[in-house]
Structure formats: structure tokens, C-alpha cells
């Protein structure tokens, strides 16, 4: 039995709303918290399946965490070298960037771990990690062809270096830096294109020196971290959803709360933007190092476009609803330099290509992205792959469907989105669950 969503065509979004926690910022809250001397206080925490798991694996590892509740973290810090041998494997669930940025924080540790996922997480490539941690001098194996299980073998030294990153990764940037915390010397990485910075920024939020000049980020090991509270602000990720919903239906007017609009993940209004929505930021603030905004988006007609490739990490994670819209837009939209998105919770080229063509839709999946040319949704049955983002791109399609649309497999939605059936429902998606 797995979940699945059933939407009524047509409507309309409406109402000001506040998603949940980003998901980046919360799984390094319980990271850096874990590791810091003294309390950290998280507010706004994703209480995700994701995080959970993050949140689970440190308490395997000793340290005591209260809560979540209603979003509230309380993180006793156990300082650098506090944390315990788990008694069991660590169970990651889902969560790509829990395995890849605890294999950094595991390599140096006294005791030997293994770690391991589901079924999507077993298939994901973790190389782009292990390779450059045994560098470092790490030991960690993997299944022959470099997936989950990582067993890291403890008790090693690691040395400092300079990595140059050879795909744009915020999950690798932040696995090697944050093994660079224990290691001899200077780490540092320069990355091919600008990622999220929310590892750099956190860090120095405890108090651990950063020095980012131009696209290298280097830090020196053997520092300490110094608790802070933490309010995270809505994933920029989930208001995706409805700022895609609002834009490709006409009389809606969203408004987004309080969303994290951190530079190196704003690709989503930027594209949004190129394809001619009426969005508009607000209220703009920063809050414990972030920036954050409520953001306003209104219906309007959209045109395909060529999507630049400098906005592609800057929008890594919205392409599945962003190629929604740009099967409601006007014309041909051509997106390039996006192979990353092959290798994510699911396929995401040949998972959205397959759904989109399914509901009628002119897409052609390419090795590095696809070309979309707008016209009318159809009606029908799609498959998410257990991917939390297709699941929730799908959904939103229905807006402009010409009859009802059925996803398969949408439990995992929980896994960085859990409330979001009702949340739309309540801004005017016609949608409704079942199991089956
Ligand atoms: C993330 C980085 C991105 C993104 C993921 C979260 C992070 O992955 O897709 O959802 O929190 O560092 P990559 O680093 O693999 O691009």
C-alpha cells in the first residue's frame, strides 16, 4: 500500500502562507549543534522524515536531543569529539544529504560507523564523496559500484587539502569542509559554480572561522564550535510548489511567508522571472544569517525560454515544478547543464519527461535537460518514483489540466514536505489522498 494523490482540474490559489522549515538548513542545525559546547535552540525546524533521520542519528551517536515539537529543537552539544559509537547501523532513510555530509563528519571519528538508506538512497553515487575523503586519508567502503552502505572505518588522521570540486555540489563542498573541522592543516574547495552556502554560513554562525574568496571555501581543523539558536526559515524548495501553482493559473495570488532567499538558491524567481511571472519580494530581512522574505505571486501568462545555465545550481531542486510551468508557458523552453538532476532521489529528466508526456505534454528528455514546448495538459496516471518533488510538481499541474490527475507513490512527500496535501487543499488545490 503506498499513498496517493488524486487532483481535480482547474482552480486557483489563493491566501498567505508559511511552508515548512528548509531542509538544508535544518539537517546542518543538528550537525553543528551536535558538535558545539552548550544548547543550541532550533525554531522552524523541518519535522521531515529527512531531518528526522539526521535528528536519529546523532541521538544513536549520544547526544540528547528534545523535541521536535511544533518545530522546536533543544540540542545539548557534546563538542567536537563527544559522540558515541552507534550501536546499529545509522538509518538515513531518503536523505542524500544526511549520508554525504555525515561521511565527512564520520571519516575522523574514534569509532567505526556504517550507514545506510532506502531503496532510492542505496542507488544514489556516494564516490563524489568517498573518493575525495580517502584522499584526506579516510577509510570508507561502499558496494562495487560506489552506493550506500558507507562503512567508514574509524580512528583515522586526516590531512587537510585543497579540492577542486569537479561537479557544482553543495553536498560534497560540505562533506569535505566539515571532515576538514578535524583534519591536520588547511582544507579547502573551490567549486565549478556558486552552491548553497548554508555549511559556510553556519559555521561561522559557532563561532568557526571561514575564509570564502571568490569560489574557494577553506577553513583550518581543529577549531571548535560555540552553540547558537537557530531560526530556520520556510524552504524556498517547498514555497516552490504553490509560487509555480500561483504562476501558471490565472486569478491566483499567493503570498509565501518568511522564505529563506539565501543567493545560492534563488534560481526559481530568476527563471520564474525570464518566464515573464508577476513576482514580487517583500519584507525583506535577515534572520541568524540568512536572508528571508515573503514573496507575492500572481497568475499570469508565461513564455518558454532558454533557462541560463549560471541559474541551474541555483535552482537544483525546482526543475521538477519548474518544468511544469514551462508546459503551461507559451513557446519552447530548453534546459541545458542540469545532468546533476539524473542522479537525485530519482531520475528526475527521464521521470518528469515520462509524466509529462503522459498528460500530453511535447517534452524531450536530453542526456543534460529537456526541451518543453507549452500546450495543454491532458488527464491521466503519472508515477513519481517515490520522489517527494515529482509527487508535488504533479500535483500542482493539475491547475492546468483538462481532467483529473492521479500520482502513484507520493509517501515520501513527507520526506521534506509533510502537511503539504492539506496546505494546498486549503489554498484551492483540488486535491485528496488514498492509499492504494
Ligand atoms: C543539498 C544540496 C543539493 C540539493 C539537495 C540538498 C544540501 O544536492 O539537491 O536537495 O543541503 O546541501 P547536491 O549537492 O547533490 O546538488
Do not use: W
Amino acid at each position: 500500500m503506498s499513498l496517493i494523490f488524486e487532483v481535480a482540474p482547474g482552480g486557483q490559489l489563493q491566501g498567505s502562507l508559511r511552508v515548512p522549515g528548509d531542509k538544508s538548513i535544518s539537517h546542518r542545525s543538528i550537525m553543528l549543534g551536535s558538535l558545539a559546547e552548550g544548547t543550541t535552540v532550533v525554531e522552524g525546524f523541518l519535522e521531515g522524515e529527512d531531518n528526522l533521520a539526521t535528528l536519529n542519528a546523532f541521538r544513536a551517536m549520544g547526544v540528547e536531543i528534545e523535541g521536535p515539537d511544533k518545530g522546536k529543537v533543544t540540542i545539548h552539544g557534546v563538542g567536537m569529539h563527544g559522540l558515541r559509537a552507534p550501536a546499529e547501523p545509522v538509518y538515513l532513510g531518503n536523505a542524500g544529504t544526511s549520508i554525504r555530509l555525515l561521511a565527512g563528519l564520520m571519516a575522523p571519528q574514534a569509532f567505526d560507523v556504517t550507514m545506510i538508506g532506502d531503496e532510492s538512497l542505496s542507488k544514489r553515487p556516494m564516490r563524489r564523496v568517498t573518493d575525495p575523503l580517502t584522499s584526506m586519508g579516510a577509510v570508507l567502503l561502499t558496494e562495487e559500484d560506489g552506493s550506500p552502505p558507507i562503512r567508514v572505518q574509524g580512528g583515522k588522521k586526516l590531512k587537510g587539502m585543497h579540492y577542486q570540486m569537479p561537479m557544482a555540489s553543495a553536498q560534497v563542498k560540505s562533506c569535505i569542509l566539515l571532515a576538514g573541522l578535524y583534519a591536520e592543516g588547511e582544507t579547502c574547495v573551490t567549486e565549478p559554480a556558486p552552491t548553497r552556502d548554508h555549511t559556510e554560513r553556519m559555521l561561522k554562525g559557532f563561532g568557526y572561522e571561514v575564509r570564502v574568496a571568490g569560489s574557494t571555501a577553506c577553513l583550518t581543523g581543529g577549531g571548535k564550535l560555540t552553540a547558537r539558536d537557530i531560526d530556520v526559515p520556510a524552504d524556498i524548495s517547498s514555497a516552490t510548489f504553490f509560487m509555480v501553482g500561483a504562476a501558471i493559473s490565472e486569478g491566483s495570488e499567493v503570498i509565501l511567508q518568511h522564505v529563506g532567499i539565501n543567493p545560492t538558491r534563488i534560481g526559481v524567481i530568476n527563471i520564474l522571472r525570464l518566464m515573464g511571472a508577476k513576482l514580487s519580494i517583500e519584507n525583506e530581512r535577515e534572520v541568524g544569517g540568512e536572508p528571508v522574505a515573503d514573496i507575492r505571486v500572481r497568475g499570469s501568462r508565461l513564455k518558454g525560454i532558454q533557462i541560463p545555465e549560471d541559474q541551474v545550481p541555483l535552482a537544483i531542486d525546482e526543475f521538477p515544478a519548474l518544468f511544469v510551468a514551462a508546459a503551461c508557458a507559451e513557446g519552447e523552453t530548453v534546459l541545458t547543464g542540469a545532468e546533476e538532476l539524473r542522479v537525485k532521489e530519482s531520475d528526475r529528466i527521464q521521470v518528469m519527461a515520462d509524466g509529462l508526456q503522459r498528460l500530453g505534454v511535447d517534452a524531450t528528455p536530453t542526456p543534460d535537460g529537456m526541451i518543453i514546448r507549452g500546450g495543454a495538459i491532458g488527464s491521466g496516471t503519472v508515477e513519481s518514483h517515490g520522489d517527494h518533488r515529482i509527487a508535488m510538481s504533479f500535483a500542482m499541474a493539475a491547475l492546468r489540466a483538462e481532467g483529473p490527475i492521479t500520482i502513484t507513490n507520493c509517501d515520501n512527500v513527507n520526506t521534506s514536505f509533510p502537511g503539504f496535501a492539506s496546505l494546498a487543499m486549503d489554498a484551492g488545490l483540488g486535491i485528496s489522498q488514498r492509499s492504494g
